[in-house]
């Protein structure tokens, strides 16, 4: 299973930066959203999550799972979400004033 999740964290992040090495708005923001998913992936693994146990420690529990992290990564993916959107609309401005969609500074209409 720990080869599993690495390879899955590390096939995510690779994906990631290859994507924001990239000259065009859109592939950079699949590239951002990427890699916050390569990161929720390595927090909430971290976690050690425990299958059928509770997340909260009660009377009749005898073990519980770690809580923390899996707040950490709900609160991620909540903020990660609201950045996405910010992104977007900041790419979408910079298309319709540019009229393109590429991040160079050549200006390849004035030539």
Do not use: C, H, W
């Not at 599993?4 to 290859?18: K, P, R």
Request: net charge negative; no cysteine; proline share 4%.
């Amino acid at each position: 299973m720990e080869i599993l999740v690495a390879s899955a964290v590390g096939t995510l992040t690779a994906a990631g930066v290859y994507l924001i090495l990239r000259l065009r708005t859109f592939p950079v923001i699949v590239g951002l959203a990427l890699l916050s998913y390569a990161v929720n992936v390595f927090i909430f693994a971290s976690g050690r999550l425990a299958v059928g146990l509770p997340p909260v420690l009660s009377k009749n529990a005898t073990a519980y799972t770690d809580p923390l992290t899996q707040a950490l990564v709900l609160t991620a993916i909540v903020i990660s979400f609201g950045m996405t959107a910010v992104i977007v609309m900041v790419a979408l401005g910079a298309f319709l004033e540019a009229g393109t969609d590429r991040m160079d500074s050549d200006d390849e209409a004035g030539r």
